[in-house]
């Protein structure tokens, strides 16, 4: 059984950084690839990245430019880096196996002003 646990969010102001992490579990990690995904009090969950098994990554426009995504076979761990955070990127991140309906229960990241 697929299971990814999201952590790492919180409560931070305007500008600051936070590195999200997901901890995945019932698969061969080093052979998938995944995703991390917002979604906003209100809307859809939305695309911001994906990593390959081959570590490439691939961002939406939107987040391009700040923010990393990583993993670690080792660890069995996928990241998410969100340099200078806005208002805008307030809400539940969520990180997915891609080709799958396999999602975490998320982390709630909210952002001050």
């Known amino acids: 059984q697929v299971q990814l646990v999201e952590s790492g969010g919180g409560l931070v102001q305007a500008g600051e950084r936070l590195r999200l992490s997901c901890a995945v579990s019932?698969?061969?990690?080093?052979?998938?690839?995944f995703a991390w995904y917002r979604q906003r009090t209100g809307d859809q969950r939305e695309w911001l990245a994906t990593i390959s098994s081959g570590r490439l990554p691939n961002y939406a426009a939107s987040v391009a430019g700040r923010v990393t995504i990583s993993r670690d076979n080792d660890k069995k761990e996928v990241y998410l880096q969100m340099d200078t955070l806005k208002p805008d990127d307030t809400g539940v991140y969520y990180c997915?196996?891609?080709?799958?309906?396999?999602w975490g229960q998320g982390t709630q990241v909210i952002v001050s002003s």
């Open positions: 019932g698969i061969t990690f080093a052979l998938r690839s």
């Open positions: 997915k196996v891609v080709g799958t309906e396999d």
